[in-house]
């Protein structure tokens, strides 16, 4: 069953919206590691909080940060990367396998649909990885797996390379969809919806 009870080892915070709802903030106050892409480290610390690590380089740290929270900073000199992946694998490298992103959308349009599609990635990768947003949860998956839901709430359905795609408990049918839009507001009719198939695809929550 996913969605239930959802406690991270680690917090990331992204470079997008900060967030603003009750549910990704709430996974920020209690974070038990929290990691800063760099400029969002700014809000962050600003709100009184202080960051286990910063990943970046530091140009978007306002320079009494940039001073103030130096030894915090790592540097990832790579560019084939964003600073969200970059803290993902730093987080990797330490053990961690269950990772909660948030304030990774917003502002710029292609940032955010290149951190949303990253998720998968980061699954294949062996990580348990979820993205909160103000209005909802993204949660990469692979093959059958069953939703804790409740009656009415909107669920979308992004296929990467899922066949067999047949759903339970969702008001509209399923199929091996080729285009992101044509699984999109989708229904739960049910406490619980189950999605039967074999392959990779991302779902949306909405709170």
């Given at each position: 069953?996913?969605?239930?009870?959802?406690?991270?080892?680690a917090?990331?915070?992204?470079?997008?919206?900060?967030?603003?709802?009750?549910?990704?903030?709430?996974?920020?106050?209690?974070?038990?590691?929290?990691?800063?892409?760099?400029?969002?480290?700014?809000e962050?610390?600003?709100?009184?909080?202080?960051?286990?690590?910063?990943?970046?380089?530091?140009?978007?740290?306002?320079?009494?940060?940039?001073?103030?929270?130096?030894?915090?900073?790592?540097?990832?000199?790579?560019?084939?990367?964003?600073?969200?992946?970059?803290?993902?694998?730093?987080?990797q490298?330490?053990g961690?396998?269950?990772?909660?992103?948030?304030?990774?959308?917003?502002?710029?349009?292609?940032?955010?649909?290149?951190?949303?599609?990253?998720?998968?990635?980061?699954?294949?990768?062996?990580?348990?990885?979820?993205?909160?947003?103000?209005?909802?949860?993204?949660?990469?998956?692979?093959?059958?797996?069953?939703?804790?839901?409740?009656?009415?709430?909107?669920?979308?359905?992004?296929?990467?390379?899922?066949?067999?795609?047949?759903?339970?408990?969702?008001?509209?049918?399923?199929?091996?969809?080729?285009?992101?839009?044509?699984?999109?507001?989708?229904?739960?009719?049910?406490?619980?919806?189950?999605?039967?198939?074999?392959?990779?695809?991302?779902?949306?929550?909405?709170?």
């Amino acid at each position: 069953m996913i969605n239930k009870a959802y406690i991270p080892e680690a917090v990331i915070l992204a470079k997008g919206e900060y967030p603003s709802l009750p549910l990704p903030l709430q996974l920020l106050e209690e974070a038990r590691y929290v990691v800063c892409c760099d400029g969002a480290a700014n809000e962050y610390i600003s709100r009184g909080r202080t960051p286990d690590v910063i990943i970046g380089d530091g140009d978007s740290l306002s320079p009494e940060n940039r001073v103030k929270y130096a030894d915090l900073i790592q540097h990832i000199p790579d560019q084939e990367t964003n600073d969200q992946t970059k803290a993902v694998h730093y987080l990797q490298k330490k053990g961690v396998r269950n990772i909660a992103i948030v304030g990774a959308t917003g502002k710029r349009e292609d940032h955010t649909l290149g951190n949303i599609s990253l998720l998968i990635d980061y699954m294949r990768s062996g990580i348990e990885v979820r993205m909160f947003t103000d209005y909802g949860v993204f949660i990469p998956i692979q093959h059958t797996q069953t939703f804790a839901s409740q009656v009415g709430q909107q669920v979308s359905i992004f296929n990467f390379n899922a066949k067999g795609l047949r759903g339970e408990g969702l008001f509209y049918p399923l199929s091996d969809f080729n285009n992101w839009w044509q699984g999109t507001l989708n229904e739960a009719t049910a406490n619980e919806f189950t999605i039967h198939c074999t392959g990779e695809y991302l779902i949306f929550l909405t709170y």
